[in-house]
């Protein structure tokens, strides 16, 4: 205890500054991607600069450290009762990458105390991904997750992207989603051996790699069924799902029809029971979702508003067994994504 504060050291290093929210989120830190939801989820939003603590409040100016395999982690992780807290992990991998984790539904201390299955969404428009970052992002899973570990690879909603963005038919379309998500596979997949042979042999049956087949389930599809029907009766909640494609739009300098937003939107349709409810998978249930991110859009704000009955009759009417909660990993270096 210093300063009414409680100072302690994790496994992993990290380089901890902590931060106020003006809503109920909560955060911490990791690396980035990028598809509708999570694009839209950061470029838009107002990113305000976090609130340091330190010698009487100076600027953090920590050097990134030169060994890779200490830039994973922290020296210290200050946890000031229910405050939200950011840690900013440097990663070796040339880019010159920093990130931050924020919480939505939890707090920095709950998810510390493993108190979550943790699934990482994984989505096929991340040009910044690499092997580095992938075992990144299983090594902090790993250290926080109260058993096991999925690594979902977001790949047969993609298609539509491809189609409409690349002008390309269906066939095609399935084609370059499937290459790209066998990639993405590969490369978690070996990053799961590696950290199996150096720190734990257990690793590779807590932590699988899925696709998103292996998420629908019947209640999926009854949680699908349910939002696409609101999307067609509920003027508000077509409209708010329609501001985020419109948005991914404008990023992507694409003039694209009512028609075709229409379609995109089926994308964020799809991924919101994952994101209300979690994923089931081998009868256990992922219940915290990991998301690499760029820059905090409200989307993960939107998840918690209709968790918590913005919209009365529909959330009657899914009749969510658990609220799922949220991390979101923002990356700082999204001018390069339409390069």
Not at 59 to 88: M, T, Y
Not at 136 to 161: H, P, S
Request: charged residues 30%.
């Amino acid at each position: 205890m210093r300063n009414s504060e409680f100072v302690f050291t994790p496994k992993i290093e990290y380089k901890l500054v902590a931060e106020r929210s003006e809503a109920n989120q909560n955060s911490l830190t990791i690396p980035t991607w990028c598809s509708i939801l999570e694009l839209v989820r950061t470029h838009f939003a107002e990113k305000i600069p976090p609130r340091k603590f330190g010698k009487a409040a100076e600027p953090h100016r920590s050097k990134p450290q030169k060994n890779p395999e200490k830039n994973i982690g922290s020296n210290h992780i200050l946890i000031l009762g229910e405050e939200n807290f950011l840690i900013l992990m440097e990663t070796n991998d040339g880019l010159g990458i920093s990130n931050e984790i924020k919480f939505f539904g939890t707090t920095g201390e709950e998810v510390e105390l493993r108190k979550f299955n943790i699934f990482i969404g994984i989505s096929l428009g991340n040009k910044l991904l690499t092997k580095e970052l992938a075992k990144a992002y299983v090594e902090w899973a790993l250290e926080r997750t109260k058993e096991n570990i999925v690594v979902l690879i977001a790949d047969e909603i993609d298609v539509v992207n491809w189609m409409i963005f690349n002008s390309l038919n269906e066939t095609s379309a399935g084609e370059k989603v499937s290459n790209k998500a066998r990639g993405l596979d590969d490369m978690f997949s070996r990053a799961i051996k590696i950290i199996a042979r150096e720190k734990d042999f257990t690793v590779e049956n807590r932590v699988k790699v899925i696709r998103w087949r292996d998420v629908k389930t019947d209640r999926f599809n009854k949680l699908l069924a349910t939002l696409e029907s609101e999307f067609e009766t509920n003027l508000d909640f077509r409209n708010r799902i329609l501001s985020f494609v419109k948005k991914y739009c404008e990023l992507r300098k694409k003039s694209v029809v009512e028609a075709d937003q229409v379609k995109l939107a089926g994308y964020i349709l799809a991924e919101l029971p994952t994101l209300l409810e979690g994923i089931e998978f081998n009868g256990v249930q992922y219940n915290m979702i990991f998301y690499p991110t760029y820059i905090d859009s409200g989307m993960s704000q939107f998840v918690l508003d209709i968790q918590n009955g913005i919209y009365p009759d529909l959330l009657s009417k899914l009749q969510l067994s658990v609220k799922c909660v949220m991390a979101e990993s923002y990356l700082e270096k999204p001018e390069i994504l339409f390069d």
